[in-house]
């Protein structure tokens, strides 16, 4: 690291190479960590007993997930090293590869619809649903009074009340009036405001109609809180024509296939559940979410578009919803997410959700080349040999020579593994 803008550049070739601790050396210097993060992230087993009590019922350990760095990441012309925490191999560095391959065509562009989170009310037992609905609507000046009584610092900060919508559905169980409020929770994710909110107003819309309320929860569909990025891959710069091309049918496939839309936008989540996880927020209701807002049209789609430019390169675009938080709950208690949360240098619950966004899309970039091209069993194997050389007992040097052994041998089982151990060790 010699200046300034060498230090601020998420281009590090190599980083793979380095060894942990001066990895954790680069992060902290591009991320001017101050000591407790650092120390934070140097300590692998890194949740004090208490805390980890704390945080659930019936603790009795913590499991850890590797946290890797994705290089390469230019997020609205900002470099940015993104912490991802996975069990998976391939995952960091996919991302790390296709960020590479659209970085000097400017990296990602992002944008969100905004920050506002959607609370349910459900309401049985009304005669006439289509009158209740409009007492619920005339009542909106109340509703905005009440549910901003819940939480006057989110209205200090700017948040707060914003919409509300009635709608009545008809099911096997009878007319139902569901009541959504709309709540902007800025930095929080906003589950526990809105909920407080929604169980505060529901005797209130129970009085005003005659009806009884129900459940009155959060919706995880958060399409009030959607997230856009996307960015450009030239056709050189992805090995031609026919690669892209190949991308483009990958993608149509996805787009019109649910069986493979699944796997196709697992592979999203494999990018987007990893930083939210390294960042102590809920991967359940990113992943509800994700999913519900792929199916938005009736049929289940790919979360990506792809399309060739006029000037024949490859362009990939992500929309989907993200609640994540910067305050409350994990986010705020758990020390590593805290750590990684300052690697990422972000300041708005926004910014983190673009982030993501953009790491959702190289991550599909990257498998969606891999597939279309020489399959993604190459690439795994190799790293699948290098655990499957831990498994049977290789340490230090050894692990890199077993995985080369079997991967040249084709043979990518523990057996194989064991016999190339014994074989090395007699050797040696
Ligand atoms: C594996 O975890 C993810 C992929 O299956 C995604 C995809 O098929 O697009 C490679």
């Known amino acids: 690291m010699t200046d300034d803008a060498t230090r601020r550049t998420s281009r590090i070739s190599g980083f793979h190479k380095l060894r942990v601790e001066q990895r954790i050396d680069h992060v902290a210097a591009f991320a001017d960590l101050g000591d407790e993060h650092r120390r934070q992230l140097a300590a692998p087993s890194n949740m004090d007993t208490h805390l980890a009590d704390h945080m659930i019922e019936n603790m009795i350990t ?25 069990e998976e191999s391939s995952v960091v560095a996919a991302v790390g590869n296709s960020a590479r391959q659209c970085y000097e065509s400017g990296g990602f562009t992002t944008s969100m619809s905004g920050t506002e989170m959607i609370a349910q009310i459900q309401l049985l037992g009304v005669p006439d649903p289509a009158r209740a609905r409009l007492l619920i609507l005339e009542r909106r000046a109340e509703i905005e009074r009440i549910c901003n009584a819940c939480d006057p610092t989110l209205v200090g900060l700017g948040g707060g009340f914003r919409d509300l919508d009635v709608r009545r559905i008809d099911t096997p169980a009878g007319s139902m009036v569901i009541t959504h409020i709309v709540v902007d ?66 993608y149509h496939f996805a787009d019109n296939d649910p069986y493979r839309a699944a796997t196709h936008n697992k592979g999203i989540m494999n990018g987007v559940s990893a930083v939210v996880l390294a960042t102590g927020n809920d991967t359940r209701a990113v992943e ?126 523990e057996a194989a593994a064991a016999a190339a151990l014994a074989e090395l060790r007699e050797q040696g």
């Not at 499991?63 to 993104?82: C, E, F, Q, S, Y």
């Open 288 to 413: 509800s979410g994700a999913h519900a807002f792929a199916a938005r049209s009736g049929r289940y789609r790919s979360l990506t578009s792809w399309e060739v430019t006029a000037d024949g390169d490859l362009a990939g675009a992500i929309e989907l919803p993200l609640a994540v938080g910067l305050v409350g709950g994990a986010v705020k208690i758990h020390p590593t997410a805290r750590a990684l949360l300052a690697v990422l240098q972000v300041g708005t619950a926004s910014e983190l959700a673009r982030i993501i966004a953009a790491v959702g899309l190289a991550q599909n970039f990257g498998a969606m080349k891999a597939l279309a091209t020489e399959g993604i069993q190459r690439g795994h194997m190799s790293l699948h040999a290098r655990n499957l050389a831990f498994a049977v007992g290789a340490v230090g040097d050894e692990v890199a020579e077993i995985a080369r052994r079997i991967v040249e041998g084709r043979s990518i089982n």
């Open 185 to 250: 929770t800025r930095d929080a994710m906003g589950a526990n405001t809105v909920n407080s909110m929604a169980e505060r107003l529901a005797p209130n819309i129970a009085a005003w109609t005659g009806g009884r309320t129900l459940l009155r929860i959060l919706s995880n569909l958060a399409d009030r809180r959607v997230v856009r990025a996307r960015a450009t891959w030239t056709c050189a710069a992805i090995g031609g024509a026919e690669v892209r091309d190949a991308m483009v049918a990958a």
């Open 62 to 86: 913590t499991i850890a997930i590797p946290v890797g760095i994705a290089t390469n990441m230019r997020v609205d012309g900002r470099d940015v090293l993104v912490p991802m925490a996975t």
